[in-house]
């Protein structure tokens, strides 16, 4: 087999900030072509490869391609993902899987049909931090009873952006919630029985969008196991407090593990104030964790791996996610039966 | 001065209380009695601070020359002494939680209205310097409307016998009412109370036995909505492994709409090296001032900083979350 060629879908933010320099990277595969509905973004990101640009679907998917990336605003994932799957592409698509878990269940159902591999970019599953904290667990035969888990930060883009549109994006529920659900349930190695969420909308861009900007929820998973999920976009620091976006504590038998957001790598500048600046391109995960889960990735789809994460795991994460807003919308804690279904 | 009396050290607070109330120029350590456990205890201390041994509370309430009482005994004897301390006319500082339940809270509460004394319950975290920092903050305005707490009320594993004393009654529901959510949630509530000067509208808890084994709970969890619509998580329990650096850990994360502040553990302390990391605290601004506050309620016949209603509060919400981790429900106001 030679190298796989990978067409993207989407040269935005994800693109720019993490993609493009990952798959720069691995050796192993061939970006062939580049499409966005923006020509311009397109073009330049074709440039980085010496691929071909596109700004229509159907033409993108004429060509001869492996795999599709797809790296689009939430609410797009599905429609795309199908019609890739559908032309006979494999599909890496970013987290959350999907806009809805019912849409999510239609890709999964697809790629199945397909004999396609379909898989969700859950980047922590492959960040170096949560995969050591994960071993050391085990090493020392330590079992979670208890794990809070927050991502929190000031989300930098304006009420327009389709982050805040519930019909786009789904809100810091859904777009930082499925992270951090998945995380409980990849931790815990149970599933989840019951969720109780609390949502608000603290900042006018969350107001006006009639959405939430920070959200709460108290999973309680089988074995009598407690986690919290703590998401917002409306804490209050700028951008340049980049430190402080992860939360871990994990209270268990044998022992308690707690990352701090001042046990990561910090260098304090202090001038007319302080900051202490970002130390990768993105808030929440090394640049080195897309670049390993690209390249899981690809060997799943050379079927010489076995996914560490499937798109199974990304609808529970989704439905997890849902029934909070639900529980919230209702006020009262609600069975999730997802898994069980 | 103000001749104060302690009744048992079965609460381990009692030999800081003791200390304190010693050290403080508007006091003098006057008795001490030997009820509950630790009596060999409440006697060797009584030596040490020069202060009368009674064997029995009777005999301490009956001597005319206590002022004031703290009651460190089994929880479930509260409601007793703290009665027959309000009919002696002695003022009382009534170790956590108030009672077992919320009727008994009423009786005492009842009997101090009737006597005309003075009582208090202390919940420590208000009386340390970061929080009051951090409320002072909040009310005016700097951190605009406060929206989230994040808190952690926890202790480490304990031990059955700490300094000589002990402490075997703590994991006796009968006699404490509870483990470690009961022993150490009521300073996270406390403090919650008061940084959001609201009341919950509803409460959700899981509360267990899931680290040790202990006959008891070792950990909670609650989420609790205000009226104003503050969310709260409080952690609380005994549930650190033993080399955790610190014993009682009192810090919150608290969200406001303009502003977050990340309040560190309540003790300022030093950390010694040896085979292990051990945390000394070097000052515990927060007895002193319970102390403090207790004392100049009696000197300038004031209402203490935490009444009676505001500890049968606390243990109302307590109730409710153990309540709400029973059934799995959402338990409203």
Redesign the interface.
Known sequence: MGKLKIGIIGCGNIFNLAHKNALKNIKEVKVVSCMDIKAKRAKEAAKEFNAKAYTTLDEFLSQELDVVEILTPTYTHAELAVKALKSGKHVIVEKPIALTSKEAKKMIDIAEKEDLTLLVGHTRRFDKRWIQIKEVIKKRNMVP??I?K?EVQRLPFPESAWYWKPNKGGGVAIDLGVHVTDFLRWYFKSEPV?I?G?G?A??KEAQVNNTYD?F?M?I?FEG???G?A?V?W????PARYGV?YHHL?I??????IRYTPLDTPVVGVVKHHFEMPRFSPLLSAFPEAFEAELRHFFRVIMGKEEPRITAKDALIALQMAEIAIESAKR???LEFKGVRE | MINVGIISYAHPHALRYGTTFASNHKAKLYAISGDGANADIARTEAQKMKAKFYSNYESLLKDEKVDAVYIAIETYRHKEIAIRAAEEGKHILLEKPIALTLEDADKIIKAVKKAGVKLMVPFNPRFTVPLKKAKAMIDSGE??NL??I?AISEYVKPPIFLEGLDMSWFLDKNKSGGGGFMDTAPHGIDSLLWLVNDEPK?I?A?I?S???GFPVDD?G?A?L?FKN?V?A?L?AGW???K??SYGLEIKYYL??????LDIRTAYPDFTVYQDKAEKIYWERADVSGIVNSFLNSIIEDKEPLITGEMAKKNLEIILAAYESSKT???VKF
């Open positions: 009873m208890q809070r927050a019951e109780l609390i608000k603290i900042r920070h709460l108290m309680q009598n196991k407690t919290l703590e917002s409306a804490y209050s620091y402080f504590d209270l268990g038998k044998n022992g308690r006020g009262e804690p | 951190i605009g929206e989230y994040y509803t959700y899981s267990g899931k680290i040790f950990i969890t989420v909505e619509g969310v998580v952690n549930a650190n492994p080399g955790y969200l406001g709409k303009e502003g977050f799995g429900k959402l």
